[in-house]
């Protein structure tokens, strides 16, 4: 079963910076491109960023473009994404992703 678990968010004032965790388990987490999708308040799912099973190649949103580093740690099943320049419109709760399968989410709040 996949379960992956998001953690490390919480509040930050505008222009702060945040980085969070996804531990993954149920399968070869080193197989598998994984990404970072977000929901903001009242809003649908957004895509925000893409990596490769190997972690060379990222891609990213045009709103996050800059501000966000997606990395991972197929040693440790782990993926991150660093933030910075947080605005208050990045709140939302951060869900990492295999396909289909996301995590329960953390939620990023930026104080203006």
């Known amino acids: 079963e996949v379960q992956l678990v998001e953690s490390g968010g919480g509040l930050v004032q505008h222009g702060g910076s945040l980085r969070l965790s996804c531990a993954a388990s149920g399968f070869t987490f080193s197989r598998y491109p994984m990404s970072w999708v977000r929901q903001a308040p009242g809003k649908g799912l957004e895509w925000v960023s893409d990596?490769?099973?190997?972690?060379?190649?990222?891609t990213y949103a045009a709103s996050v473009k800059g501000q966000f580093t997606i990395s991972r740690d197929n040693a440790k099943n782990t993926l991150y994404p660093q933030m910075s320049s947080l605005k208050p419109e990045d709140t939302a709760v951060y869900f990492c992703?295999?396909?289909?399968?996301r995590g329960q989410g953390t939620q990023v709040t930026v104080s203006s």
């Open positions: 992703a295999k396909s289909r399968d």
């Open positions: 990596i490769s099973s190997g972690g060379t190649s990222t």
